[in-house]
């Protein structure tokens, strides 16, 4: 009889009969046919075997990627399979969440975004809030500074969640809110601190200090400035005066409040 071609799948050694079928999930990539070793049987793509020639090939495992050959590749850095074994390709580690696909390279979701990994593109944050660089889901966007709230549900995209900071107040970002020390007070939305909080009228101080009752003679339209009555008038002993109409002229002299007499 004739002597014919070891066939594809197949490896055939010397004085053989019968060819030899390559292993479940293997095959002979490189040499088609006339294939003469059992190592010509190499693991197919998504498989690879720990020995040579292959006595078993299994799926690659999560977070590598198998071209075949017996051979296995890590993912590169911040990408994964996502849990998915038998990969086969590259692309098929994605990026982690956190993480965003620009131009073949995998980079750092912006700040003031969210990426959810894989193929999505970032996403961003609601109105008034913001985020770190790497962040990595919608909860990860706290309100800016001046605005107050929390996105509780998750839900996207939870526009609207943050909400001015309410007069009296003061809002540093997120979901705290103070209200302001003794005797000040802030504007909606004008204060993310305790030194945005100014003295109410009637009393002088430093913004976020110690606020003093307006001294006799004076008058005090909050914050830290003290102004004195104009010349021949007097507040007539009264403390805690928030208007230059407040004074008025002394015995001997006339004219409106407020104004020189």
Known sequence: ???????????????????????????????????????DCQCDLGHYSTHLPADECVQCEVDFWCPGHNVTVACGPNSSTWGAVGSAFAHDCTPVAGFYLEEHEIVPCPAGSYCTGQLAA??????????????????DCVCKSTY??????????????????????????????????????SGVGTAAAATDCKCIDGYQGPNGGTCQQCAKDSWCPGGSSSSNCPANSNTFSMTGQDEVTDCACNAGYYGPPGTRC
């Open 122 to 139: 970032p996403i961003q944050c609601p109105e008034n809030s913001t985020s770190d660089a790497m962040s990595a889901r919608l909860q």
């Open 148 to 185: 107050v709230g929390e996105c509780l549900s998750g839900d996207d995209p939870c526009d609207g969640f943050c909400t001015q900071c309410e007069a009296g107040f003061f809002c540093p970002g997120g979901s705290t809110t103070t209200a302001c020390p003794h005797l000040t007070t």
């Open 1 to 39: 009889h004739d002597c014919l071609v070891c066939p594809f799948d197949h490896w055939c050694p010397y004085t053989t009969t019968e060819p030899r079928m390559c292993i479940a999930n293997a095959s002979t990539h490189l040499k088609h046919t006339g294939n003469k070793r059992e190592e």
